[in-house]
T-cell receptor
Framework: RKEVEQDPGPFNVPEGATVAFNCTYSNSASQSFFWYRQDCRKEPKLLMSVYSSGNEDGRFTAQLNRASQYISLLIRDSKLSDSATYLCVVDDYNQGGKLIFGQGTELSVKP | ETGVTQTPRHLVMGMTNKKSLKCEQHLGHNAMYWYKQSAKKPLELMFVYNFKEQTENNSVPSRFSPECPNSSHLFLHLHTLQPEDSALYLC???????????FGPGTRLTVL
């Protein structure tokens, strides 16, 4: 099983759609969870941290399910500018101490 | 944003050249990283430094040689590279190895 596994994508959605990305992780001891966004040919940038209670930032909602070792990102009312690759990131607690990046899910929002 | 800077932004080199990539962070972080990202591929972690000490070498070929003289600077020395080493090389830093990482803009490397 991969340490961090994401929906393979790509996701092609119309403007205004709601889209959800899923991510699973293998280390049950992981403590830190993030979603990053990477635009084409640019560096990854932090989108939001993911907290146990779930958190929301405008149109973006992140959820964590520790029992199922599952993280999700929901984007409501998609904009053209949301087109990017979304990376799920988890720490490898007790295995060296670093972040593990998923392979990313590409989102393309069309007019 | 100028939290993490990388130079050069673009580099073209021959297989026999020696060059160095530079990364500098102005965030007061203690951990720094080198990643490689080939076209349409996921990030590959290469090296991790924490408090100037290398804590991870992810089976990287010896033609890539990192150097971390202090917590703010990280170098990647390149020699006798192969065309398949052409990629985007990203530097990142964080307060500690499990904290949020902030990336530089990357160096786009082409090996001829």
């Amino acid at each position: 099983r991969k340490e961090v596994e994401q929906d393979p994508g790509p996701f092609n959605v119309p403007e205004g759609a709601t889209v959800a990305f899923n991510c699973t992780y293998s280390n049950s001891a992981s403590q830190s969870f993030f979603w990053y966004r990477q635009d084409c040919r640019k560096e990854p940038k932090l989108l939001m941290s993911v907290y146990s209670s779930g958190n929301e930032d405008g149109r973006f909602t992140a959820q964590l399910n520790r029992a199922s070792q599952y993280i999700s990102l929901l984007i409501r009312d998609s904009k053209l500018s949301d087109s990017a690759t979304y990376l799920c990131v988890v720490d490898d607690y007790n295995q060296g101490g670093k972040l593990i990046f998923g392979q990313g899910t590409e989102l393309s929002v069309k007019p | 944003e100028t939290g993490v800077t990388q130079t050069p932004r673009h580099l073209v080199m021959g297989m026999t050249n020696k060059k160095s990539l530079k990364c500098e962070q102005h965030l007061g972080h203690n951990a720094m990283y080198w990643y490689k990202q080939s076209a349409k591929k996921p990030l590959e972690l290469m090296f991790v430094y924490n408090f100037k000490e290398q804590t991870e070498n992810n089976s990287v070929p010896s033609r890539f040689s990192p150097e971390c003289p202090n917590s703010s600077h990280l170098f990647l020395h390149l020699h006798t590279l192969q065309p398949e080493d052409s990629a985007l090389y990203l530097c990142a830093s964080s307060r500690d190895p499990t904290d949020t990482q902030y990336f530089g803009p990357g160096t786009r490397l082409t090996v001829l």
